[in-house]
């Protein structure tokens, strides 16, 4: 994987071999359900088909899932993960279809600390007061918001044991608990 800043690296020790747990960024987290050679595009190719929530499965190449799949974020992660979330985000007038465009290529990298910075900002933007009241989110800004918030849920989910329930209740926690100089 690229582009994202804790996932870096991420690509070259992804396993998979049936039943691994794997983050496929476009979807979350899945688990490899198979591996066999087909016939793609005319050639005999090794895939791995990914078994992802609400009966999606996906196939890919050896080759692209190996540059697309990383593990599970680990417990250091999800301390970065948290101390995002806990951060004061970077204030910004940038007109919504420009926040709208970097807010989809984060969610494209599917980088944990990338999901929590738009979950960490949207939480903001929707709580900042503005001279005519409250700041929304527009309606583009929400749906990327509720995806990566369920990305990033559904990981934490998976690493820490828990629930959606309670992942989500624990993405709460971290963005209403600043970092420690961030006070007053």
Partial sequence: MTGGRLARGYALSVKLSVGDVVVYPPHGVGRV??????VVLG?????????LDGDLSVTLTLDRAQELLRP???ESGIRQVRDTLR?????SQEVWGKRLKEAQA???????LELAEIVRD??????????SGYTKLSVGERALWAKARDLLSGEISLVRGLDRTEANAWIDEQLATPQLGQLG
């Avoid at 359900?33 to 087909?38: G, H, L, S």
């Avoid at 984060?106 to 944990?112: A, E, I």
């Fill in 72 to 74: 599970l974020v680990d």
């Fill in 33 to 38: 359900a198979a591996r066999r050679t087909e």
């Fill in 43 to 51: 050639t005999r190719q090794k895939v791995v088909v990914l078994a």
């Fill in 106 to 112: 984060k969610l494209r990298s599917g980088d944990p």
């Fill in 122 to 131: 949207g939480a903001q933007r929707e709580r900042r007061p503005s001279a």
């Fill in 87 to 91: 951060a004061s985000p970077p204030f």
